[in-house]
């Protein structure tokens, strides 16, 4: 199966910028449409941001729209999440999971196959 490493996670004050990473291995990730999901504890995962595979289509939710930026750089198998201006309210865990570009695009998290383990962004002052 499509493996997915996130990384780039931490503890960032109010306002300060980070930048998520989604690696894969073993399988070309130009093949997948890549979404980025978040979750706190006892909630259900929400998208966050998704792309299309070849980038040509992007996915924001309306909280992160303007302070988020998802790309990707399929040569070196990574997507990243930049994620600047953040609030409190987006402290969660972050995910990045993968969807077969030929099930067609969606930015719904019942709707990918894949997932990563998860990384804790966490903005507090």
């Known amino acids: 199966q499509l493996q997915l490493v996130e990384s780039g996670g931490g503890l960032v004050q109010p306002g300060g910028s980070l930048t998520l990473s989604c690696a894969a291995s073993?399988?070309?990730?130009?093949?997948?449409?890549i979404g980025w999901f978040r979750q706190a504890p006892g909630k259900e995962r929400e998208g966050v941001s998704c792309?299309?595979?070849?980038?040509?289509?992007?996915n924001y939710a309306d909280s992160v729209k303007g302070r988020f930026t998802i790309s990707r750089d399929n040569a070196k198998n990574t997507v990243y999440l930049q994620m600047n201006s953040l609030k409190p309210e987006d402290t969660d865990v972050y995910y990045c999971?993968?969807?077969?570009?030929?099930?067609?695009?969606?930015?719904?998290?019942?709707?990918?196959?894949?997932w990563g383990q998860g990384t804790q962004v966490t903005v507090s002052s």
């Open positions: 999971a993968a969807r077969s570009f030929i099930r067609g695009y969606v930015c719904s998290p019942t709707e990918y196959d894949y």
């Open positions: 073993e399988f070309t990730l130009d093949y997948y449409a």
């Open positions: 792309i299309s595979r070849n980038g040509g289509s992007t």
